[in-house]
């Protein structure tokens, strides 16, 4: 058996795989082209500008026509998209939004920064939200559902949807690490009732920041206008909107997109699915190659393997320690991995798990709740059991066969280094 680097062994490869930005690896002269045009027009406003390209319009004409919703709005960042979401579905002081343990800090965070309170539910195998824990952490305070398709896996939607229309409550889908990612054929972000995409730099489509929302709901998109713009609407002939900002106009804040960051976005836009395809190529023949070796690997499941993004191969250990040392031993051979959030599920976050904001006295979480939201070790066990026990290989668009064949080869010799699956 081949001696494994971390036991001073030659490492599989020499040098580290490409660094795994998606959209930002594949930048290039479209995105220069186009972002240098704004600044030749001298315009990088949306709303006035001395020769406006409209680019943020045409970005979001594109991710309309694209996806088949009606409306779409550029924002500035994830949070930004995610507060908006929020706030358009009419979230606010005193409602509870449940979010699943598996997920970046910005889900509970933006739900606390719309003066609401973050409930978690557990995940199941395919390490996103559990549809079936949905009832145990509902109550007539519950508004909202935010569900997450973590690093380019699916959720299940149907019955989370199913759910939220049974309690009548809104579902807001958080695709920031899955822009493309699909469910039984649809694009989500446009299955619930609106949908929240990031364009920051680790993103599937990047302008190193940057958001927007989705919806078919035109009276969720007014109040996304509204709340990213200071309350009011501009360009109201363009939407067919008559809404009067003289009764309509709320206390608002400023997401709005720069042109800057629409050019480029528009440009990665044109390469979405040009980076999917490569991705999942990669992933299916990684995939088949390891179950071809290692017949005992267990991969993270799917809901619906035809949507996956293909960006993260997921593989499940038996134990955290053994996650850990096979990721390691990975690492020591030029294959970078990584587990999610350091092992952790997002309450454990110190700002979430003590509840501690930027307010004073406890808000929001002073409200005088039915039963007072507290959050405790052994909350959600599964997200606590799995998420130490999976190790993630990204899978770049800038892969080349040699790389997924180094792949491949790597976590073969050192699954059979650590003798993994033998007992
Ligand atoms: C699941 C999830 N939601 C929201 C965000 C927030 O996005 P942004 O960094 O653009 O604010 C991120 C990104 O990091 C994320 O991974």
Not at 122 to 139: A, F, G, S, W
Request: proline share 7%; charged share 25%; hydrophobic share 40%.
């Amino acid at each position: 058996m081949e001696k494994l680097a971390i036991h001073g062994g030659e490492p599989l490869r020499k040098g580290p795989l490409p660094p795994n930005y998606p959209g930002a690896m594949l930048m290039g002269e479209a995105e220069a082209i186009a972002s240098a045009d704004v600044i030749k027009a001298r315009s990088p406003f949306r709303y006035y500008g001395p020769d406006m390209q409209h680019a943020v319009r045409r970005l979001e004409e594109r991710m309309c026509s694209d996806f088949g919703v009606p409306y779409s709005l550029g924002v500035t960042s994830g949070t930004a998209a995610l507060i908006v979401a929020l706030r358009a579905v009419g979230v606010g002081y005193g409602d509870k939004v449940i979010v699943p343990a598996n997920t970046f800090v910005a889900t509970p965070g933006s739900v606390i920064c719309c003066n609401a309170v973050p409930v978690f539910a557990d995940i199941d195998d395919t390490m996103n939200i559990d549809p079936n824990d949905l009832e145990r952490v509902m109550d007539d305070e519950v508004k909202a559902i935010i569900a997450v398709p973590i690093i380019g896996t699916p959720c299940d939607m149907d019955p989370i949807m199913e759910f939220a229309r049974k309690h009548n409550i809104a579902v807001i889908e958080d695709v920031a690490q899955s822009c493309g990612v699909k469910y039984k054929g649809k694009y989500q972000g446009t299955i619930g009732d609106i949908g929240a995409f990031s364009f920051q730099i680790n993103k599937i489509l990047t302008a190193g920041e940057g958001g927007a929302v989705m919806t078919r709901e035109r009276s969720y998109f007014e109040r996304a206008l509204r709340y990213h713009d200071q309350g009011n609407i501009r360009e109201k002939d363009l939407y067919g909107i008559d809404s009067p900002d003289d009764l309509y106009a709320f206390a608002g804040q400023n997401y709005r997109m720069s042109e800057l960051s629409g050019a480029v976005v528009l440009e990665q836009w044109n390469k979405l699915e040009g980076i999917i395809a490569h991705m999942k190529r990669c992933w299916n023949a990684a995939r088949s190659a390891l179950l071809a070796e290692l017949p005992g690997i267990r991969f993270r499941p799917s809901p619906d393997e035809d949507g996956e993004l293909g960006s993260n191969l997921g593989i499940v250990l038996s134990s955290a320690d053994e996650a850990k040392q096979f990721s390691d031993a990975l690492e020591a051979e030029n294959i970078s991995n990584y587990i999610l959030y350091g092992g952790n599920p997002v309450y454990n976050f110190p700002q979430i798990i003590h509840q501690r904001t930027a307010d004073r006295d406890g808000f929001p979480f002073n409200y005088p709740f039915k039963r007072p939201v507290r959050y405790t070790a052994g909350m959600c066990p599964k997200a606590e059991d799995l998420i130490p026990r999976v190790v993630f290989i990204p899978i770049s668009p800038v892969l080349a066969d040699i790389d997924v064949e180094q792949i491949v080869a790597g976590i073969v010799k050192v699954y059979r280094g650590l003798q993994i699956g033998l007992g």
